[in-house]
């Protein structure tokens, strides 16, 4: 058995399309949770949170973040609470604590025993039907390549008091919320002395006092769920300190929408209290590169970061017990959102694929030479065994690359090959392997003006 192990709980980023189908096959619990839990929502009057994940073809993230986000939810919920099962139940693999991300924290709430799995199920529905029921003011969300303490700082030296700090991610990453304007505002500005910026394509300013009244009807309605006494430890990043009955729950689920959810610090008091292993208990691997880039010692383990089956899911499991697991994910950020393709970044590409004192050519190579200088610049980016990025390998449902990083590497890439990209936002959702990205850097213009 693993000991001082953690389960961590994602929030809106860990949604993969179809992220059970394989497990469901060969996992009968995967099935029964899926069933029940659909179940209880055709009760509630809501879609079924199966039809999100048993089949690939599913709406991807942003599609649900635009048009369904309480469908979203739901498929959250379902797709961790399965896992949290199959882990525990069938795999004998039993964490020390939980800890929940955001709204992770009210999956963790329901894998720590607080909830049923339907009660839980309702206890997310409550919290949509609290926003339908009083609709916020416009607001949005941020995120910061910098520390939390220096977030604020340079909140309180900009004067912005309408923004606060949503979630302090690790100690490079942080995200703040607040009203439409103020965040515009800001994002000039921290661009302006050098803080990159990137705006989250969510509908609110999620863990901020714009939020105060859902705040208070959710607490309402969830009022009606009864709360029991959790069975596993469950430490609360929003309230900084242990959950383990009725009070703290209701006190955790009044705070859940306006106060900040401080991962970074209850990562580093887990680690401290000896939690040496931490398990991302949902699809992708949204969390894993925050832990390691809070603890560098701390392994962790996302069992689900692509789509795997039964079989392949114990022989990672097998991996932790016998001291040898499987090299980590790529670290993803907190909602991988695809956005307009951004200025390159700077990227290390490997030596031999860029030669600075060569102008590139109009002419491109062979598709076959595209997609190895492709898989060199994303090896050496991501740390990836350059063999595991075949030609065919999807960058996000099999090597958990988020649609972020993917449009920064493959603007680096249309400078390496002289391309211009075309004007207004260009998207990746629909070129996720190299193969499909070769084909369209061939179609793009030259920079020089010659035509592809």
Same mark, same amino acid.
């Given at each position: 058995?693993?000991e001082?192990?953690?389960?961590?709980?994602?929030?809106?980023?860990a949604?993969?399309?179809?992220?059970?189908?394989?497990?469901?096959? @060969?996992?009968?619990?995967?099935?029964?949770?899926?069933?029940?839990?659909?179940?209880?929502?055709?009760?509630?009057?809501?879609?079924a949170?199966?039809r999100?994940?048993?089949?690939?073809?599913?709406?991807?993230?942003?599609?649900?973040?635009?048009?369904?986000?309480?469908?979203?939810?739901?498929?959250?919920?379902?797709?961790?609470?399965?896992?949290?099962?199959?882990?525990?139940?069938?795999?004998?693999?039993?964490? @020390?604590?939980?800890?929940?991300?955001?709204?992770?924290?009210?999956v963790?709430?329901?894998?720590?025993?607080?909830?049923?799995?339907? @009660?839980?199920?309702?206890?997310?529905?409550?919290?949509?039907?609290?926003?339908?029921?009083?609709?916020?003011?416009?607001?949005?969300?941020?995120?910061?390549?910098?520390?939390?303490?220096?977030?604020?700082?340079?909140?309180?030296?900009?004067?912005?008091?309408?923004?606060?700090?949503?979630?302090d991610?690790?100690?490079?990453?942080?995200?703040?919320?607040?009203?439409?304007?103020?965040?515009?505002?800001?994002?000039? =500005?921290?661009?302006?002395?050098?803080?990159?910026?990137?705006?989250?394509?969510?509908?609110?300013?999620?863990?901020?006092?714009?939020?105060a009244?859902?705040?208070?009807?959710?607490?309402?309605?969830?009022?009606?769920?009864?709360?029991?006494?959790?069975?596993?430890?469950?430490?609360?990043?929003?309230?900084?300190?242990?959950?383990?009955?009725?009070?703290?729950?209701?006190?955790?689920?009044?705070?859940? *929408?306006?106060?900040?959810?401080?991962?970074?610090?209850?990562?580093?008091?887990?680690?401290?209290?000896?939690?040496?292993?931490?398990?991302?208990?949902?699809?992708?691997?949204?969390?894993?590169?925050?832990?390691?880039?809070?603890?560098?010692?701390?392994r962790? *383990?996302?069992?689900?970061?692509?789509?795997?089956?039964?079989p392949?899911?114990?022989?990672?499991?097998?991996?932790?017990?016998?001291?040898?697991?499987?090299?980590?994910?790529?670290?993803?950020? *907190?909602?991988?959102?695809?956005?307009?393709?951004?200025?390159?970044?700077?990227?290390?590409?490997p030596?031999?694929?860029?030669?600075?004192?060569?102008?590139?050519?109009?002419?491109?190579?062979?598709?076959?030479?595209?997609?190895?200088?492709?898989?060199?610049?994303?090896?050496?980016?991501?740390?990836?065994?350059?063999?595991?990025?075949?030609?065919?390998?999807?960058?996000?449902?099999?090597?958990?690359?988020?649609?972020? =990083?993917?449009?920064?590497?493959?603007?680096?890439?249309?400078?390496?090959?002289?391309?211009?990209?075309?004007?207004?936002?260009?998207?990746?959702?629909?070129?996720?392997?190299?193969?499909?990205?070769?084909?369209?850097?061939?179609?793009?213009?030259s920079a020089?003006?010659?035509?592809?």
């Amino acid at each position: 058995m693993v000991e001082r192990c953690a389960f961590v709980f994602p929030g809106q980023g860990a949604y993969l399309p179809g992220g059970l189908a394989r497990l469901a096959e @060969d996992e009968p619990l995967v099935a029964d949770t899926l069933h029940t839990l659909d179940a209880a929502a055709a009760r509630l009057g809501r879609s079924a949170p199966s039809r999100f994940l048993l089949d690939e073809r599913a709406p991807s993230l942003e599609e649900l973040v635009r048009e369904s986000p309480a469908d979203l939810h739901l498929a959250l919920f379902a797709a961790e609470t399965a896992l949290f099962r199959l882990l525990t139940e069938r795999h004998h693999l039993i964490p @020390d604590v939980l800890l929940g991300h955001s709204f992770g924290e009210l999956v963790a709430l329901t894998a720590a025993g607080a909830y049923r799995p339907e @009660d839980g199920l309702a206890l997310v529905a409550a919290r949509d039907g609290a926003f339908a029921a009083r609709p916020p003011e416009p607001g949005g969300m941020l995120a910061l390549e910098l520390s939390a303490a220096r977030t604020e700082s340079l909140l309180h030296g900009l004067g912005e008091w309408e923004v606060g700090v949503a979630a302090d991610n690790s100690p490079r990453q942080c995200v703040v919320s607040g009203p439409a304007a103020a965040l515009e505002r800001l994002r000039g =500005k921290a661009e302006a002395v050098g803080v990159r910026a990137t705006a989250l394509q969510v509908p609110y300013a999620f863990h901020h006092r714009l939020l105060a009244a859902v705040a208070e009807e959710f607490t309402r309605r969830a009022a009606a769920l009864r709360a029991g006494p959790t069975r596993h430890l469950l430490h609360s990043a929003i309230l900084g300190r242990r959950v383990s009955d009725g009070d703290a729950v209701a006190e955790l689920v009044a705070a859940h *929408l306006v106060r900040p959810t401080r991962f970074t610090e209850a990562v580093r008091l887990l680690h401290a209290e000896g939690v040496e292993l931490f398990v991302e208990c949902g699809p992708r691997a949204v969390l894993s590169g925050l832990v390691t880039a809070t603890v560098p010692g701390a392994r962790t *383990l996302a069992p689900l970061h692509r789509r795997v089956s039964g079989p392949e899911l114990a022989a990672r499991i097998a991996s932790l017990r016998t001291g040898h697991p499987a090299p980590p994910p790529a670290p993803e950020a *907190l909602a991988p959102i695809p956005i307009p393709i951004p200025a390159p970044a700077p990227v290390p590409f490997p030596a031999h694929a860029v030669r600075a004192s060569e102008p590139a050519s109009d002419a491109l190579p062979e598709p076959g030479e595209i997609v190895a200088v492709l898989r060199e610049l994303y090896a050496s980016a991501l740390g990836y065994p350059p063999e595991v990025l075949t030609g065919d390998a999807d960058l996000e449902a099999d090597l958990g690359v988020d649609s972020i =990083k993917q449009t920064e590497l493959f603007a680096q890439a249309v400078t390496r090959f002289g391309r211009s990209l075309p004007t207004g936002s260009s998207r990746l959702t629909s070129h996720t392997t190299l193969d499909a990205l070769a084909g369209l850097l061939r179609t793009l213009p030259s920079a020089s003006g010659a035509p592809a």
